[in-house]
């Protein structure tokens, strides 16, 4: 892991979950912490003051990924202050679990138009600045379940596979201009959106994982770190894998 001092990172769904341990990892190694939240704003304060308790520094930046004007708004308010964003973390995220005959299509489209509209909107919006500063680390999140797909995920195994293939369009489209777009792509990691699913899910993924554990918000954070970092630039277009083996 580099050190980032003075860089401003950009983490959207950064107040709980992975999110907020991205944003704590990176704040450890410098980098200027701007939190994105939709709604829960204690959660966001929390994770600020966490964050500055371990000697780090940011603001908090209330949007909706899924609406491109608020996500306009608010780069153009951030570059406004910092002059620049070198890092952003695309994490936020939403599901909606049903069977395809069951899924009403706001579902579908509540979950289309946060995970993978949200990481293009603010993909879009920050990637001009970067492109003038001829400097950027974009890294998205992905999901195992967008590779191999789950029965009763089907939103939202579209909407991270969507990011996969947007990852690699975007890299390919933002490499000579020395910005590198990369994605995590984390397993069964314990957060709160995960535990909402039925014990009996759980134990067969658990089952299914050869390193025999569920992975934490610290794994994910550690490489989305690295991929932001000066020790990954020569990686662009990947997927990291933070699975434990779940797929390979």
């Known amino acids: 892991m580099g050190d980032l001092k003075g860089q401003i990172a950009l983490v959207t769904g950064g107040s709980r979950g992975v999110g907020k341990a991205v944003v ?3 704040g450890r190694v410098g980098a200027v912490i701007m939190i994105n939240y939709r709604q829960n704003r204690p959660a966001a304060e929390a994770a600020l003051k966490e964050l500055v308790a371990q000697g780090g520094s940011g603001e908090l930046f209330p ?11 608010a780069v153009k308010k951030i570059v406004d202050q910092h ?3 070198d890092i952003l973390v695309n994490n936020a995220g ?5 069977l395809l005959v069951r899924l009403t299509s ?5 979950v289309i138009d946060t995970n993978l509209k949200g990481t293009v909107h603010c993909t879009k919006a920050v990637c001009r600045r970067m492109i ?18 789950n029965a009763g995920q089907s939103a939202y195994a579209a909407s991270k596979a969507g990011i996969i293939g ?3 369009a975007m890299a390919r489209e933002l490499a000579s201009r020395g910005i590198t777009v990369n994605a995590v792509a984390p397993g069964f990691i314990d957060t709160d959106m995960t535990a909402r699913l039925p014990e009996k899910l759980r134990e067969e993924f658990l089952r299914a994982i050869p390193l025999a554990r569920f992975g934490t918000s610290q794994d994910v954070a550690e490489a989305v770190s690295f991929l932001a970092g ?4 020569y990686i662009t277009g990947q997927v990291i894998n933070v699975n434990g083996g779940l797929y390979m």
């Open 83 to 85: 002059k620049k964003i």
């Open 230 to 233: 000066p020790g990954a630039s």
């Open 106 to 110: 706001e579902d579908w489209n509540r």
């Open 94 to 98: 939403v599901t909606s679990d049903s």
């Open 63 to 73: 949007f909706d990924d899924a609406e491109e004007s608020q996500v306009e708004e």
């Open 166 to 168: 947007f990852t690699k």
């Open 132 to 149: 003038r500063e001829r400097y950027g680390r974009i890294v998205n999140l992905a999901s195992v379940v967008g590779q191999i797909g």
């Open 24 to 26: 704590l990892t990176l």
